[in-house]
């Protein structure tokens, strides 16, 4: 699954596509035959049990941007492909910067855009408020979730529960909330996606800025999700600095002392605690805010592939 925000030349380049690069991306997808897929077809594929094609590939945007109308819109509907749209109501409702008017949501919808969930105001959705109690956030979270998805539903009929979170920010007190209200939760935390992916952690391949550049993304398409038989320790909001997370994987189709781990430059060597479990540490404390480690192995059965996943954290 792909992530883009911003499809302008005049908007910053860490979230941002040309239009020329986005077209670019869209004929590279069509030249090496890849199924554009809606998102509704994934989730249905992963909800139920059935496998995901290798070439198979999710485009979304975040952020309720006016350009994913006037410029990207236009680009995607020529191709004929599929695209979700993650908006916050909030910021529409009160034109919160260079933001989509509910007009255009609605002509994107009618178009066949799937138009899903950025919660109300595209808030840090992990962080209290000063005072508050665990109970009182979750309370104050789920009636975002709930009053956005309402939002989108009066606005375009459409209503698929789906939640990306803001900034890609989730821990597992929230993730248990998105699953108990029948929600799938959607991150942007790289990686590939397979049988095994948690439904309330999705991850997403940014196709901005750095990773804008076709030799990158192709890199990216070539990619297969880890089969993760238990997350270990993997809850997103970090208690230990440097964290540690340790995962059981399915081996059968890579080689365990090809696994690589990394956190930024820093290569960490997996520590294997058995024959299918293993862990890894940073060597500093990692810095505030958002972080990941990376770890990826290449495949033994599908050549120039690679099984590929990020854990990310946050230090808040």
Same mark, same amino acid.
């Given at each position: ?47 139920? #049990?059935?496998? /995901? !094609?290798?070439? $198979? ?8 941007? @006016?350009?994913?109308? =006037?410029? %990207? ?38 178009? #066949?855009?799937? /138009? !899903?969930?950025? $919660? ?8 209290? @408020?000063?005072?508050? =109690?665990? %109970? ?41 909330? /998105? ?138």
């Amino acid at each position: 699954m792909l992530i883009y925000h911003h499809v302008a030349a005049d908007t910053p380049r860490v979230s941002s596509v040309t239009a020329a690069e986005l077209r670019q991306h869209l004929q590279y997808l069509r030249d090496n035959k890849f199924d554009v897929i809606g998102l509704d077809v994934l989730v249905n594929q992963l909800k139920q #049990g059935k496998p /995901v !094609a290798d070439n $198979a590939v999710v485009i979304t945007f975040d952020d309720s941007f @006016e350009n994913n109308f =006037t410029t %990207a819109h236009p680009i995607l509907m020529e191709f004929g492909y599929p695209y979700t749209i993650f908006i916050s109501p909030g910021s529409i409702d009160n034109r919160v910067g260079p933001v989509l008017s509910w007009d255009q949501v609605r002509t994107m919808a009618a178009d #066949g855009v799937l /138009v !899903a969930n950025h $919660a109300m105001n595209h808030e840090h959705m992990t962080q209290r @408020e000063p005072g508050e =109690t665990e %109970a009182e956030w979750l309370a104050r979270m789920e009636q975002n979730i709930l009053n956005a998805e309402r939002r989108i539903k009066q606005e375009t009929g459409q209503s698929h529960q789906w939640l990306a979170y803001p900034y890609g920010e989730f821990n597992n007190q929230l993730e248990a909330l /998105v699953k108990r209200l029948g929600f799938i939760g959607i991150g942007q935390q790289s990686g590939a996606i397979g049988h095994s992916t948690l439904l309330t952690r999705i991850p997403r391949y940014p196709a901005a800025g750095q990773y804008a550049d076709l030799a990158n993304l192709a890199q990216k398409l070539r990619t297969l999700a880890f089969d993760i038989t238990d997350y270990l320790s993997a809850n997103q909001q970090i208690g230990t600095n440097p964290p540690t997370l340790r995962l059981s994987v399915n081996i059968t189709d890579f080689l365990r002392d090809q696994l690589r781990c990394y956190a930024g430059p820093e290569i960490l060597e997996p520590k294997w605690l058995n024959d299918n479990t293993f862990e890894v540490t940073a060597s500093k404390p990692l810095n505030r805010g958002r972080s990941r480690y990376n770890c990826t192995a290449p495949s033994l059965s599908k050549k120039g592939y690679f099984y590929w996943y990020s854990q990310p954290w946050l230090n808040q």
